[in-house]
């Protein structure tokens, strides 16, 4: 019924006479994540948020978006970071420092995980020293990041989310990733393809 339909993350689109996007996401009894998205400079990117902006588009969601527009509310840019290397001598980086990427794919936290894992089963020893050990970390585990990174960026820049068509094997390669240093073993009722 329409109870449960509030209780369930949405993702609300619309494009004409303006591209603006809600993600809707109960967090709890009392709490809901709403995250208004709209093109650089247009009138949805103004701040304070604008209500009759917003509820021109989504009149459905007006009693949670005349909460929000009581905020004051901020205008963040997605941001894609890419380093030349990620480390330099016996120093590296990981997560949004050294792979920032736009949210479509849904997958720089965890990307930053997996990187994070890798790197710590790299450091646990060897004979070679610590500089070849990051070296060798980032050769082998880098390219599955950057891959990522540039099929977020395309899905961002293609807007793919909102035809809801964007799920494919190769979209879902760092979600399927069983990283260096995890077991191999699904999570019960999680089963991984190969």
């Given at each position: 019924g329409?109870?449960?339909?509030?209780d369930?993350?949405?993702?609300?689109?619309?494009?004409?006479?303006?591209?603006?996007?809600?993600?809707?996401?109960?967090?709890?009894d009392?709490?809901?994540?709403?995250?208004?998205?709209?093109?650089?400079?247009?009138?949805?990117?103004?701040?304070?948020?604008?209500f009759?902006v917003?509820?021109?588009m989504?009149?459905?969601?007006?009693?949670?978006l005349?909460?929000?527009?009581?905020?004051?509310?901020?205008y963040?840019?997605?941001?894609?970071?890419?380093?030349?290397?990620?480390?330099?001598?016996?120093?590296?980086?990981?997560?949004?420092?050294?792979?920032?990427?736009?949210?479509?794919?849904?997958?720089?936290?965890?990307?930053?995980?997996?990187?994070?894992?890798?790197?710590?089963v790299?450091?646990?020893?060897?004979?070679?020293?610590?500089?070849?050990?990051?070296?060798?970390?980032?050769?082998?585990?880098?390219?599955?990041?950057?891959?990522?990174?540039?099929?977020?960026?395309?899905?961002?820049?293609?807007?793919?989310?909102?035809?809801?068509?964007?799920?494919?094997d190769?979209?879902?390669?760092?979600?399927?990733?069983i990283?260096?240093?995890?077991?191999?073993?699904?999570?019960?009722?999680?089963?991984?393809?190969?």
């Open positions: 329409p109870v449960e339909f509030w369930n993350v949405s993702d609300f689109w619309n494009f004409q006479p303006r591209v603006q996007r809600i993600l809707y996401v109960p967090a709890n009392n709490d809901l994540y709403l995250g208004l998205m709209a093109p650089h400079g247009s009138e949805g990117s103004i701040v304070p948020i604008k009759e917003w509820i021109d989504f009149p459905f969601l007006e009693p949670v005349r909460e929000a527009t009581k905020a004051q509310g901020r963040d840019r997605y941001e894609t970071t890419v380093l030349n290397a990620w480390t330099k001598g016996r120093v590296a980086l990981i997560g949004d420092a050294a792979h920032a990427m736009t949210p479509s794919l849904a997958q720089g936290a965890a990307c930053a995980m997996m990187n994070a894992l890798s790197l710590s790299y450091m646990e020893g060897g004979a070679e020293t610590v500089e070849s050990r990051l070296q060798e970390w980032e050769r082998k585990e880098r390219p599955l990041t950057d891959r990522t990174q540039q099929r977020s960026a395309k899905l961002t820049a293609e807007r793919a989310l909102s035809k809801g068509d964007w799920v494919n190769v979209d879902m390669e760092t979600m399927r990733h990283p260096t240093g995890a077991s191999a073993d699904p999570l019960p009722g999680f089963p991984r393809r190969r």
